[in-house]
T-cell receptor, first 116, second 112 residues
Framework: DAGVIQSPRHEVTEMGQEVTLRCKPI?????LFWYRQTMMRGLELLIY????????DSGMPEDRFSAKMPNASFSTLKIQPSEPRDSAVYFC??????????????FGSGTRLTVV | QKEVEQNSGPLSVPEGAIASLNCTYS??????FFWYRQYSGKSPELIMS????GDKEDGRFTAQLNKASQYVSLLIRDSQPSDSATYLC????????????FGIGTKLQVIP
């Protein structure tokens, strides 16, 4: 398996532009997570899906952020309009649930977003 | 109080020594505990998971869990320079095995 695949690896955009980040989870994994990592705040959970259904989006900072998972093999995180404070590394992760607990996450390589 | 607390370090240990990384958490109901390793510029990688009180060993790594004290630790025996990385503690908070909260991470430096 190729692991969790994220694109693009790097994104530089101007303030006010729309940004779309993409993720392909590991086949067979039933959970997908979007995290944001900064030096000051560490890894923050933005939203997660179970079987393509959004379960908890309480970490989405504001209405400028939206996420979708149209099928089991694809998810997007969109920021519109983008702002400089959105600059961070965005990680997608997937996992497989068990009755006794999760196996832990497999992370993608991340997208480094810079908003100027 | 943060939900998952770690000392950000850096923690410096000589090569061959035991590195001890610590983590406390706020939710008494937490049941899933994980340690991830993150090299600079890379994504986090799962190295240990633990669900029951006590020790769990995997090679040079030992995870220790004490639910009464709300404390989880990671020991790395015979530390190598290649172990130099940031170690992230992750705990499921407020129910649900799959949703975890990460600590800020402890940066470990193994000195040759």
């Amino acid at each position: 398996d190729a692991g969790v695949i994220q694109s693009p690896r790097h994104e530089v955009t101007e303030m006010g532009q729309e940004v779309t980040l993409r993720c392909k989870p590991i086949s067979g994994h039933d959970y997908l997570f979007w995290y944001r990592q900064t030096m000051m705040r560490g890894l923050e959970l933005l939203i997660y899906f179970n079987n393509n259904v959004p379960i908890d989006d309480s970490g989405m900072p504001e209405d400028r952020f939206s996420a979708k998972m149209p099928n089991a093999s694809f998810s997007t995180l969109k920021i519109q309009p983008s702002e400089p404070r959105d600059s961070a590394v965005y990680f997608c992760a997937s996992s497989l649930a068990t009755r006794t607990g999760g196996y832990g996450y497999t992370f993608g390589s991340g997208t480094r977003l810079t908003v100027v | 109080q943060k939900e998952v607390e770690q000392n950000s370090g850096p923690l410096s240990v000589p090569e061959g020594a035991i590195a001890s990384l610590n983590c406390t958490y706020s939710d008494r109901g937490s049941q899933s505990f994980f340690w991830y390793r993150q090299y600079s510029g890379k994504s986090p990688e799962l190295i240990m998971s633990i669900y029951s009180n006590g020790d769990k060993e995997d090679g040079r790594f030992t995870a220790q869990l004490n639910k009464a004290s709300q404390y989880v630790s990671l020991l790395i025996r015979d530390s190598q320079p290649s172990d130099s990385a940031t170690y992230l503690c992750a705990v499921n908070i407020r129910g649900g095995y799959q949703k975890v909260t990460f600590g800020i991470g402890t940066k470990l430096q193994v000195i040759p």
